[in-house]
């Protein structure tokens, strides 16, 4: 079965950092371009960030840039998002998916895998 997994979501102060792990089992990444979206209440899931299986890291969202950054193990087979200077926009439901090709996409109907997502909290 092909399943991710992601962790690493929580409540953080405005201004803090999160790192949010992305972890497949059943596949290798090798292959798989890896998105992280995000979904905030009564709003439609967007997508963050995609990295490429050849490392390339495309960043979908304004808002993020600078403080975003996506990285991938393909030895632990696990793919991160490193979240600095986190902002009350940020909070949201954060999805990893993944698809099979060497190109990211930010169109989420192109990524055939999905985690279960994870919850961020952005508050004082």
């Known amino acids: 079965q092909l399943q991710l997994v992601e962790s690493g979501g929580g409540l953080v102060q405005p201004g803090g950092s999160l790192r949010l792990s992305c972890a497949a089992s059943?596949?290798?990444?090798?292959?798989?371009?890896i998105g992280w979206f995000r979904q905030a209440p009564g709003k439609e899931r967007e997508g963050v960030l995609c990295?490429?299986?050849?490392?390339?890291?495309?960043t979908y969202i304004d808002s993020v840039k600078g403080r975003f950054t996506m990285s991938r193990d393909n030895a632990k087979n696990t793919v991160y998002l490193q979240m600095n200077s986190l902002k009350p926009d940020d909070a949201a439901v954060y999805y990893c998916a993944a698809r099979r090709s060497l190109f990211c996409s930010e169109s989420s109907d192109m990524y055939a895998i999905w985690g279960q997502g994870t919850q961020v909290t952005v508050s004082s």
């Open positions: 059943g596949f290798t990444l090798d292959y798989y371009a």
């Open positions: 990295i490429s299986s050849r490392g390339g890291a495309p």
